[in-house]
T-cell receptor, first 115, second 117 residues
Framework: EPEVTQTPSHQVTQMGQEVILRCVPI?????FYWYRQILGQKVEFLVS????????KSEIFDDQFSVERPDGSNFTLKIRSTKLEDSAMYFC?????????????FGNGTRLTVT | GDSVTQMEGPVTLSEEAFLTINCTYT??????LFWYVQYPGEGLQLLLK?????DKGSNKGFEATYRKETTSFHLEKGSVQVSDSAVYFC????????????????FGKGTKLSVKP
């Protein structure tokens, strides 16, 4: 069964550094998402992406964050200047359509640790 | 705004016990409701879903019924197995967005289930 893959599985970075989290969505999916889960807290929506542009973003997704689909397969999340509070598990997801009934397929996540 | 509340964990059961994980929601529209499961070291996987009132989602022996009158979507299984040990997330998806994605999910905090042999 096709799956969403994320790399790396664990990223450690120093505060103030830039970090790029990478995702390869399922090949025939059109909608892409990033979520994050701070340890012990809810899974939170960050951003959705369709047709090479952001469809929706949450309050968390401020100017420090950006997303890109640099080629036909990768979908990246960049954090420009990391803060301690950015430490979390980041999940990429994709879906075939943007409808509310279209299930999201999630990757295994990247654990980001900011020191 | 829209929200999901699920019972606090962890929940510890013996094999073959009956499982209920409560989930209630608040939403302004007519959401679709989901249960996702996260096995240790893995990502979130869709377990089951229901898209309208009185629908019952089911998969792998798990069931949940969309109850509009009580705004609930409780997860049940009649006989749990050790392999069911995981974190279970209740989620909703409502109509939102600006002509693009409408599939954004709002999650509960998750309930950790441990099943002992």
């Amino acid at each position: 069964e096709p799956e969403v893959t994320q790399t790396p599985s664990h990223q450690v970075t120093q505060m103030g550094q830039e970090v790029i989290l990478r995702c390869v969505p399922i090949s025939n999916h059109l909608y892409f998402y990033w979520y994050r889960q701070i340890l012990g807290q809810k899974v939170e929506f960050l951003v959705s992406f369709y047709n090479n542009e952001i469809s929706e973003k949450s309050e968390i997704f401020d100017d420090q964050f950006s997303v890109e689909r640099p080629d036909g397969s990768n979908f990246t999340l960049k954090i420009r200047s990391t803060k301690l509070e950015d430490s979390a598990m980041y999940f990429c997801a994709s879906s075939t359509s943007g409808g509310r009934n279209s299930p999201l397929h999630f990757g295994n996540g990247t654990r980001l640790t900011v020191t | 705004g829209d929200s999901v509340t699920q019972m606090e964990g962890p929940v510890t059961l013996s094999e073959e016990a009956f499982l209920t994980i409560n989930c209630t929601y608040t939403a302004t529209g007519y959401p679709s409701l989901f249960w996702y499961v996260q096995y240790p070291g893995e990502g979130l996987q869709l377990l089951l879903k229901a898209t309208k009132a009185d629908d019952k989602g089911s998969n792998k022996g798990f069931e949940a019924t969309y109850r509009k009158e009580t705004t609930s979507f409780h997860l049940e299984k009649g006989s749990v197995q050790v392999s069911d040990s995981a974190v279970y997330f209740c989620a909703l998806s409502d109509q939102r967005g600006y002509g693009g994605s409408q599939g954004n999910l709002i999650f509960g905090k998750g309930t950790k289930l441990s099943v002992k042999p």
